[in-house]
């Protein structure tokens, strides 16, 4: 609930961030907002100026959270693809090895572009999935990537 804030990245964990690769940043092109590892927000973001990002996050995009699930990465791992392609994102990274998926969406209203990066790493219970979506034109999605990241996470619990 709430406004959204003036941001534009969201992520599921902040203490170990998920960056792109060289090849997503390349093709964001020199034009799009920088992708940090620990992000604040400008002077002139009015309640939330010079705040963390990550903070942010937490309190406005609460279903932004890891995603522990009991099944085994590589099955994680596949239904992180699937949703991300049934999202009508396009893939940029591949890699079941890794565990790593890298996509890029376009808003319909504005053609506004957004990176997606999903990590499945193994974990006690089985496998942990994170994600972080970040836009490239500068100033708020208006809660777009935490509705693409919470979305996502929904699809992939089951």
């Not at 997606?116 to 034109?137: C, E, I, T, W, Y």
Request: charged letters at 25%.
């Amino acid at each position: 609930g709430g406004r959204a804030p003036p941001i534009h990245d969201v992520s599921t964990d902040w203490k170990t961030p998920l960056m792109l690769s060289d090849a997503a940043l390349a093709a964001r092109g020199g034009e799009a907002q920088t992708v940090e590892p620990d992000p604040s927000l400008p002077v002139g973001s009015a309640d939330f100026a010079g705040r963390r990002v990550a903070d942010v996050n937490a309190e406005t995009c609460p279903a932004a959270r890891p995603l522990v699930l009991a099944r085994a990465p590589a099955d994680a791992y596949e239904s992180a693809k699937a949703a991300v392609q049934a999202a009508g994102l396009t893939l940029v990274t591949d890699d079941p090895i890794d565990g790593r998926l890298e996509a890029t969406g376009q808003s319909f209203w504005y053609g506004l572009k957004d990176d997606l990066v999903v990590r499945v790493r193994p974990d006690a219970a089985g496998s942990r999935v994170d994600m972080r979506s970040v836009g490239r034109a500068p100033g708020p999605d208006m809660g777009r990537n935490c509705r693409r990241v919470s979305g996502l996470l929904a699809v992939v619990r089951g």
